[in-house]
Protein backbone atom coordinates (compact mmCIF):
# COMPACT_ATOMS: atom_id res chain seq x y z
CA UNK A 1 0.00 0.00 0.00
CA UNK A 2 1.52 3.30 -1.05
CA UNK A 3 1.99 5.36 1.78
CA UNK A 4 3.58 9.33 1.87
CA UNK A 5 4.47 10.70 4.95
CA UNK A 6 5.66 14.42 5.61
CA UNK A 7 7.76 15.81 8.36
CA UNK A 8 9.21 19.15 9.58
CA UNK A 9 6.37 20.86 10.22
CA UNK A 10 6.11 22.81 13.36
CA UNK A 11 6.34 26.37 14.91
CA UNK A 12 8.87 29.39 13.68
CA UNK A 13 8.74 33.57 13.51
CA UNK A 14 8.03 35.50 10.82
CA UNK A 15 10.94 35.66 8.23
CA UNK A 16 11.86 32.21 9.60
CA UNK A 17 12.25 28.93 7.29
CA UNK A 18 11.38 25.56 7.15
CA UNK A 19 12.16 22.45 4.80
CA UNK A 20 9.40 19.80 5.17
CA UNK A 21 9.90 16.30 4.01
CA UNK A 22 7.84 13.67 2.35
CA UNK A 23 9.03 9.85 1.88
CA UNK A 24 7.56 7.21 -0.08
CA UNK A 25 6.54 3.76 0.85
CA UNK A 26 5.84 1.24 -1.58
CA UNK A 27 6.41 3.85 -4.47
CA UNK A 28 8.93 5.78 -6.42
CA UNK A 29 8.31 9.44 -6.94
CA UNK A 30 10.73 9.75 -9.99
CA UNK A 31 8.17 9.76 -13.32
CA UNK A 32 5.44 10.92 -11.79
CA UNK A 33 3.87 14.60 -10.78
CA UNK A 34 4.81 15.51 -7.54
CA UNK A 35 3.28 18.28 -5.30
CA UNK A 36 2.68 20.34 -1.97
CA UNK A 37 -0.68 21.45 -0.88
CA UNK A 38 -1.65 23.43 2.08
CA UNK A 39 -5.23 23.86 3.75
CA UNK A 40 -5.57 26.64 6.70
CA UNK A 41 -8.49 26.43 8.81
CA UNK A 42 -11.39 27.50 7.20
CA UNK A 43 -10.39 27.84 3.93
CA UNK A 44 -9.92 25.60 0.98
CA UNK A 45 -6.97 23.26 0.43
CA UNK A 46 -4.42 25.50 -2.04
CA UNK A 47 -1.59 24.23 -4.19
CA UNK A 48 1.98 25.57 -3.59
CA UNK A 49 3.77 23.69 -5.94
CA UNK A 50 4.04 21.35 -8.57
CA UNK A 51 6.87 19.27 -10.49
CA UNK A 52 7.24 17.38 -13.12
CA UNK A 53 9.81 15.18 -11.49
CA UNK A 54 11.36 13.76 -14.75
CA UNK A 55 12.34 17.14 -16.25
CA UNK A 56 13.06 18.44 -13.00
CA UNK A 57 15.20 18.39 -9.98
CA UNK A 58 14.21 21.49 -8.09
CA UNK A 59 12.09 24.11 -9.56
CA UNK A 60 11.02 27.61 -7.36
CA UNK A 61 8.33 29.60 -7.09
CA UNK A 62 8.74 32.94 -5.33
CA UNK A 63 9.70 31.78 -1.55
CA UNK A 64 9.25 28.16 -2.10
CA UNK A 65 11.37 25.78 -3.60
CA UNK A 66 9.72 21.90 -4.37
CA UNK A 67 13.04 19.41 -5.00
CA UNK A 68 13.07 15.62 -5.05
CA UNK A 69 16.29 13.69 -4.37
CA UNK A 70 15.99 10.46 -6.23
CA UNK A 71 18.63 8.21 -3.98
CA UNK A 72 16.53 9.20 -0.69
CA UNK A 73 12.86 8.78 -2.78
CA UNK A 74 12.16 12.11 -0.60
CA UNK A 75 10.25 15.32 -1.83
CA UNK A 76 10.95 18.28 0.09
CA UNK A 77 9.51 21.70 0.26
CA UNK A 78 11.90 24.80 1.13
CA UNK A 79 10.03 27.61 2.72
CA UNK A 80 11.81 31.35 3.43
CA UNK A 81 10.42 34.46 4.85
CA UNK A 82 7.60 32.77 6.71
CA UNK A 83 4.52 35.09 7.38
CA UNK A 84 1.23 34.11 9.68
CA UNK A 85 -0.58 33.50 6.34
CA UNK A 86 1.71 30.51 5.72
CA UNK A 87 0.00 28.93 8.56
CA UNK A 88 -1.92 25.85 7.20
CA UNK A 89 -1.53 22.26 7.31
CA UNK A 90 0.74 20.91 4.91
CA UNK A 91 0.02 18.33 2.43
CA UNK A 92 2.52 16.36 -0.66
CA UNK A 93 0.55 14.41 -3.00
CA UNK A 94 2.06 12.60 -6.04
CA UNK A 95 0.07 10.89 -9.10
CA UNK A 96 -0.06 7.47 -9.98
CA UNK A 97 -0.01 8.29 -13.48
CA UNK A 98 3.83 8.38 -14.79
CA UNK A 99 4.58 11.18 -16.76
CA UNK A 100 6.71 12.46 -19.58
CA UNK A 101 9.36 14.82 -20.31
CA UNK A 102 7.93 18.07 -20.47
CA UNK A 103 4.49 16.92 -19.70
CA UNK A 104 2.70 19.92 -17.48
CA UNK A 105 1.54 18.33 -13.91
CA UNK A 106 -2.07 19.52 -12.92
CA UNK A 107 -2.43 22.05 -10.10
CA UNK A 108 -5.97 20.68 -8.42
CA UNK A 109 -5.98 18.04 -5.85
CA UNK A 110 -7.93 16.15 -7.61
CA UNK A 111 -5.06 15.46 -10.34
CA UNK A 112 -3.38 13.64 -7.51
CA UNK A 113 -3.77 10.20 -6.31
CA UNK A 114 -1.48 9.57 -3.34
CA UNK A 115 -1.52 12.03 0.00
CA UNK A 116 0.09 12.26 3.25
CA UNK A 117 -0.81 12.87 6.27
CA UNK A 118 -0.04 16.50 6.50
CA UNK A 119 2.12 18.45 8.34
CA UNK A 120 1.01 21.42 10.54
CA UNK A 121 3.56 24.65 9.87
CA UNK A 122 2.83 27.41 12.36
CA UNK A 123 3.84 30.87 11.53
CA UNK A 124 3.38 33.31 14.69
CA UNK A 125 5.82 35.76 17.24
Known amino acids: QVQLVESGGGSVQPGGSLRLSCVAN????????VAWFRQAPGKEREEIMV????EFVNSMKGRFTISHDKTKNTVYLQMNNLNSEDTAMYYC??????????????????????WGQGTQVTVSS
Open 26 to 33: EYTFAGHC
Open 51 to 54: MNSV
Open 93 to 114: AASSRQIMFREPCASTADAYDY
